[in-house]
């Protein structure tokens, strides 16, 4: 255990200080293998020029994945369905890549909603393509936990992510 | 009849290491094996140790770092003044000291709440012994502190008398602020 803080500890002091993509304001990197990804903004990548966000993987074989997420406080969609939505195009992912979402409480180890697209198996090169995520967020909730991961090697963008309280005839997409 | 084996082990690995490692520190960064890292005895202002690093490669992607870790204990909600002296000959790209609050997240991965490398600020090419600081606010809710000295590319560097003290909020914090956002912000990656 102690190794593993240690391990994790040391990539992220490598990557903060030496990436070639800037990392976005508020978003953080993570994953099991987050030293073997560049993470960041890929300046005028995006679907109309503007910004977009990268993943990109380092090495030719990764075992594991890297994510740039962001937490936040329930505010507003306490006890409410909330669907995510963003854009994301792909290239070479030689195994998959997705948005995740997930609802936490306080002092428990185990998410009350998540949803990471798994199923839906995006891999491969894909052009810019809307993709949705419909978690319910309960009472209990304390803080909501996303962005998106690349599972082995390949690169991803995304870009325009929102979220938007919808009515309980919107099906949920998670567990 | 144990004791003298693990002096004997342990006479062994100092034999093969050109620098002794300082008691509760450890080598780490991306490149590790391109410096050398250790105590340099006596070689301090005033005679006594202080570390260093050195790179042995001619040319090099990547960075060094001598490093520590500690539990947050006695600075849990407090701003956190880190200071140390450094001294440094050819570096060629940059050095620095570096601080790191992180909370564990779940098992396999890990936050970091707040971090400052002074890479706005390095320490670059030659230099004299100069004092620097950095300056972050430790969440009650942190479960590590990770902290140390690194260098990026080529030269030596020494470092010496790192000191922790709490202070108040009057001093401004030098580092990125990571922590847990109020909604959900930047989701169009503009900033």
């Known amino acids: 255990m102690k190794r593993t803080i240690i391990y994790s500890a040391l990539l992220l002091a490598t990557i903060s200080t030496l990436l070639s993509f800037d990392i976005p304001k508020g978003w953080f990197i993570a994953g099991s293998q987050p030293g073997k990804y560049d993470m960041g903004i890929d300046k005028g990548a995006g679907v109309n020029g503007k910004n977009a966000a990268t993943i990109k993987s380092i090495d030719g074989k990764t075992g594991g994945f890297g994510t740039l997420m962001q937490t936040c406080a329930t505010g507003k969609y306490l006890g409410k369905r909330v669907r995510m939505t963003g854009m994301m195009k792909t290239a070479n992912v030689k195994k998959w890549a997705g948005f995740w979402f997930r609802v936490d409480k306080k002092g428990s180890k185990k998410s009350l909603s998540f949803d990471n697209m798994h199923r839906k198996h995006i891999h491969g090169s894909t052009d810019w393509q809307q993709y949705e995520i419909v978690l319910d967020v309960p009472e209990n909730a304390s803080n909501l936990a996303y962005g998106a991961l690349l599972v082995g090697t390949g690169q991803i963008w995304f870009d325009n992510i929102n979220f938007e309280i919808v009515g309980d005839s919107v099906k949920t997409t998670g567990h | ?191």
């Open chain 2, 1 to 191: 009849m144990k004791k003298s084996i693990s002096i004997a082990l342990i006479s062994v690995a100092f034999l093969l290491l050109s620098l002794d490692l300082p008691t509760g520190w450890h080598i780490a960064g991306n490149q590790p094996k391109k410096y050398e890292m250790g105590l340099d005895k006596g070689a301090g202002p005033n005679g006594k140790n202080v570390a260093t690093i050195r790179s042995i490669k001619k040319k090099i992607y990547g960075f060094g770092t001598l490093m520590q870790q500690s539990l947050p204990d006695k600075y849990l909600g407090k701003r956190v003044r880190m200071t140390g002296y450094m001294k440094s000959v050819h570096v060629d790209q940059w050095a620095g000291f570096w601080f790191r609050v992180d909370k564990a997240d779940t098992k396999e991965t890990h936050q970091s709440l707040s971090f400052d490398n002074m890479q706005d600020r390095s320490v670059r090419g030659t230099t004299d012994w100069k004092k620097y600081e950095i300056v972050l606010d430790v969440p009650a809710d942190a479960s590590s502190l990770a902290y140390g000295a690194l260098l990026a590319g080529t030269g030596q560097i020494w470092f010496d008398n790192i000191d922790f003290e709490i202070v108040d909020n009057s001093v401004p914090t030098t580092g990125k602020w990571l922590g847990s956002l109020k909604e959900p912000t930047n989701l169009n990656f503009e900033q």
